[in-house]
């Protein structure tokens, strides 16, 4: 699911607009936090 809400980045994105897209409409959980950092620390994310 992450992968596919941050495809509609067409380059870097920053921290904020990721934690939103990912999250959707809601405050972001610490769920979507911790998946966006782990793909980040994977080197997935830039």
């Not at 409409?25 to 980040?40: F, K, R, Y």
């Amino acid at each position: 699911m992450l992968w596919a809400r941050l495809s509609v980045f067409p380059g870097p994105r920053d921290w904020e607009a990721a934690l939103y897209v990912c999250a959707g409409n809601t405050p972001p959980s610490h769920q979507v936090e911790d998946a966006i950092t782990g793909l980040a620390d994977k080197s997935i994310l830039d």
